[in-house]
């Protein structure tokens, strides 16, 4: 209950952090309750500012990305602190004219031409690596609906004629090395289609159920490690042909298919030691048989080096935007066997109590960064604990509600903004109006509030769109926050049909 009396005056925990040494393992937590006295205290709005799409910052706070309109240019800024002086006398309640501008708080460090010919820069794909040396952006001509049959291609998953991936130092802009993928449909929403773990990146070809093992070398260069999907070893191809050959032609299933496939098999034959109810059983898979071949590949994500967290499912749900209500399957498959580990149904409680007590396992969170290893979530923060099982008993189907949990999973590889004033252990808010994952949301009227989880009181207040307030409510409007990861300050950027961008910027003066 200490810590429900410290003093909430800055100079006093000054005073304490220099008295009082933190436990082992928990200075940067200790550093981390200063935000409840450091948080952005005043409002620019409509900020003078380039009509550009802004994306995100990296995590360790050096880069904001933006996008071009006309999606074809990369712009990579620096943060920077607001600075400014006066000639004349300045009203100290009163930023000056000159300071209420964008590069006052932002300074371009380069842009460049990124997409090419008929291509566009998909504005909602940006991952970039732990040493935050390179970042990985996407480049796509249109989707088209009315795909032309192809061997080895699913039915009813779009495609896209080109997908370009671009490898950018961010230092300096220059593009090191492009991976293209042609006829093929990649997720690229979100960043869905891909994850990045240490130097490692995984690609999900939807179209041709291909999960695609690239390592991102210390030169620049993508290297395409393995493919995952027809074959699951190197040799797999050359041992198949060479049985052709020999008269043993005709159809194969894919290789992970295949897996999929033998490990239900094997887990229905092994469960069951009486004949009898091992039959029964057995009938069960076989009747299920062609609902298990027609199963798809949605989201991949790695568990670390050797694992991967593979998401399966039906091809309608795999390429719509709602899959809670449709029956998926996620399997635990290793690399270097080529074995899947385990199996669990999308309405599995088992799958949920892992989730549920082991979530930061889900995101392999990168490691270096000292500002990621701490985005809350219910497997390391009781306030976020109990939120979920307020929402766990208000459900009205058990079943429902796993479902609807396990869609967040495969994890959506850094979509999660590590500022501290989303840690829930400081700071309380309503999560239907913002929180840090990355997602547009619908505009309120009203300011939202971050209230001090220690002292229930109002610390400060975001509200996107201009100052007046006054809008037509009739208007669909969405907005977007982004937070730096660890400076006080944060963008509102609201969006209306037909209409300018809104941009405000909320930062400590």
């Known amino acids: 209950m200490a810590r429900y009396f410290r003093s909430s005056n800055l100079a006093s925990r000054v005073f304490e952090r220099q008295l009082i040494s933190p436990r082992p393992g928990a200075t940067v937590n200790t550093i981390r309750q200063f935000y409840e006295n450091l948080v952005p205290s005043y409002t620019i709005y409509d900020i003078d500012c380039p009509d550009y799409s802004f994306r995100k910052f990296t995590d360790d706070g050096k880069y904001f990305v933006a996008f071009s309109r006309?999606?074809?240019d990369l712009i990579v800024y620096r943060p920077i602190w607001l600075t400014y002086s006066c000639n004349e006398e300045c009203d100290p309640h009163e930023l000056p004219p000159k300071a209420k501008k964008f590069d006052s708080f932002f300074k371009q460090l380069y842009s460049i031409p990124l997409a090419s010919g008929?291509?566009?820069?998909?504005?909602?794909?940006?991952?970039?690596?732990?040493?935050?040396?390179?970042?990985?952006?996407?480049?796509?001509?249109?989707?088209?609906?009315?795909?032309t049959a192809t061997e080895g291609a699913i039915h009813g998953v779009p495609l896209i004629e080109k997908i370009t991936f671009h490898l950018v130092r961010l230092e300096d802009g220059v593009i090191l090395d492009e991976k293209a993928f042609c006829n093929d449909f990649i997720n690229l929403a979100h960043s869905i289609g891909a994850y990045m773990y240490e130097d490692l990146l995984c690609i999900v070809s939807l179209r041709y159920q291909t999960i695609h093992i690239l390592q991102i070398r210390d030169s620049g260069n993508l290297v395409e490690v393995r493919s995952i999907g027809a074959f699951c070893r190197e040799d797999d191809e050359l041992f198949l042909h060479s049985h052709v050959q020999t008269g043993y032609a005709g159809s194969f299933l894919p290789g992970i298919k295949q897996r999929l496939l033998s490990y239900i098999f094997c887990k229905t034959w092994n469960e069951v030691p009486d004949q009898t109810l091992r039959v029964q059983h057995l009938k069960k898979f076989y009747f299920h048989f062609q609902d298990y071949v027609d199963l798809i590949i949605w989201k991949v994500q790695f568990l670390d080096r050797h694992h991967l967290f593979v998401k399966f499912g039906s091809v309608d749900g795999g390429v719509s935007r709602s899959t809670d209500q449709n029956l998926a399957f996620f399997a635990v498959y290793n690399m270097e066997t080529t074995d899947i580990v385990s199996l669990h149904q999308n309405s599995s409680e088992e799958l949920y109590a892992l989730f549920e007590q082991f979530y930061d396992h889900f995101h392999a969170n990168p490691q270096a960064s000292s500002h990621g290893k701490f985005i809350s979530s219910h497997s390391n923060d009781i306030h976020a604990l109990d939120q979920l099982r307020v929402i766990k008993n208000k459900a009205s189907s058990s079943s429902q509600f796993v479902k609807k949990m396990m869609t967040s999973l495969p994890y959506t590889c850094q979509s999660q903004s590590p500022s501290p004033y989303f840690d829930l252990s400081l700071f309380r808010y309503d999560e239907k109006l913002i929180s840090a994952i990355d997602r547009h949301r619908h505009c309120t009227e009203h300011p939202i509030k971050f209230i001090s989880v220690r002292q229930n009181v109002v610390k400060f207040k975001i509200k996107p769109g201009s100052d007046s307030g006054a809008s037509d409510s009739r208007i669909k409007r969405i907005s977007s926050f982004l937070f730096h990861p660890f400076f006080p300050l944060a963008l509102s950027i609201q969006q209306t049909y037909m209409q300018p961008t809104v941009l405000n910027i909320h930062f400590r003066r």
Do not use: P, V
């Open 118 to 147: 008929n291509e566009y820069i998909c504005k909602d794909f940006f991952l970039y690596m732990e040493c935050h040396r390179f970042g990985l952006f996407a480049t796509s001509t249109a989707q088209s609906n009315e795909s």
């Open 70 to 72: 006309n999606h074809q």
